[in-house]
Nanobody, 123 residues
Framework: QVQLQESGGGLVQAGGSLRLSCAASGRTFSNYAMGWFRQAPGKEREFVAALGRSGSSTAYADSVKGRFTVSRDNATNTVYLQMDSLKPEDTAIYYC????????????????WGQGTQVTVSS
């Protein structure tokens, strides 16, 4: 089973960019579909993006489509979330998550989670 560690969060002005990374330990990383989720204060955790085991299949929430790009490098056991044209409403703690086989939009379907990284977008 892999363990996940996010990094790359921070404070950015609206319109700016950030790239989040999720480093996975373990030699079976390529067996897992990966997802990115976020949770703002007082709100439920919501789906952001996901990709399949090879990285060729991806999915995005409507709110980030065209602005965020998810990718993975199975050689380095890392998943990325490139976030461009950031908006204040993107402010949240961002989590990466893993599950076997295929991705889904449902947070409860993922059983491996990182500790999260804070993203704050100022107006």
């Amino acid at each position: 089973q892999v363990q996940l560690q996010e990094s790359g969060g921070g404070l950015v002005q609206a319109g700016g960019s950030l790239r989040l990374s999720c480093a996975a330990s373990g030699r079976t990383f390529s067996n897992y579909a990966m997802g990115w989720f976020r949770q703002a204060p007082g709100k439920e955790r919501e789906f952001v993006a996901a990709l399949g085991r090879s990285g060729s299949s991806t999915a995005y929430a409507d709110s980030v489509k065209g602005r965020f790009t998810v990718s993975r490098d199975n050689a380095t056991n890392t998943v990325y979330l490139q976030m461009d044209s950031l908006k204040p409403e993107d402010t949240a703690i961002y989590y990466c998550a893993a599950r076997s086989v295929s991705y889904t939009y449902v947070p409860l379907a993922y059983y491996i989670w990182g500790q999260g990284t804070q993203v704050t977008v100022s107006s």
